[in-house]
């Protein structure tokens, strides 16, 4: 395996976890939204995490 290759598989897979936390944690979807967005993500890889930042996450309330 190329070391490059494998970077990216290893950022791909970051990504990927960090984007399924904030599913779970988002309270703005029910069960059946978040498994829906997890297969999005999953399926989708980098382009599902992008697009769960966009048209996912809601409104984030302010601090």
């Known amino acids: 395996m190329e ?3 494998f970077t990216f598989g290893i950022v ?3 990504v990927f976890i960090v984007t399924v936390v904030s599913i779970v944690k988002n309270p ?3 069960g059946l939204g978040k498994f829906i967005w997890i297969l999005v993500a999953f399926f989708l890889s980098i382009l599902g995490s992008i697009l769960w ?3 996912g996450r809601g ?3 302010k601090r």
């Open 59 to 61: 409104r984030v309330p």
């Open 53 to 55: 930042l966009i048209f």
């Open 3 to 5: 070391p490059i290759s």
């Open 12 to 14: 791909g897979l970051i």
């Open 28 to 30: 703005n979807h029910g």
